[in-house]
């Protein structure tokens, strides 16, 4: 609003809803940033030496435990 010659009030409604949009676009993106960084951090932490336990492993078929689905007859 600062300006001369005053910008219209249409002019200056148009400014500050493309300002929000703008912050509001950083802040999503921010926030998706940080996501893709924890998720990589916990597919590192996994490991992939480590054999995995299956006796605590349910199968989503059966309901039985010590297998997966694919694995279920």
């Known amino acids: 609003m600062?300006?001369?010659?005053?910008p219209t009030?249409?002019?200056f409604?148009?400014?500050?809803?493309?300002e929000e949009q703008?912050?509001?676009?950083?802040?999503v993106m921010e926030q998706n940033m940080n996501y893709i960084?924890?998720?990589?951090v916990a597919y590192a932490a996994q490991g992939k030496n480590k054999p995995r336990d299956?006796?605590?492993v349910q199968c989503y078929n059966c309901k039985?435990?010590?297998h997966l689905a694919k694995d279920c007859s």
């Open 22 to 27: 703008r912050i509001k676009m950083h802040t």
């Open 2 to 6: 600062n300006r001369d010659p005053m």
């Open 64 to 66: 039985g435990f010590c």
């Open 9 to 11: 009030l249409d002019a």
């Open 13 to 18: 409604l148009s400014e500050l809803l493309r």
């Open 54 to 56: 299956m006796c605590f």
């Open 37 to 40: 960084v924890l998720v990589s």
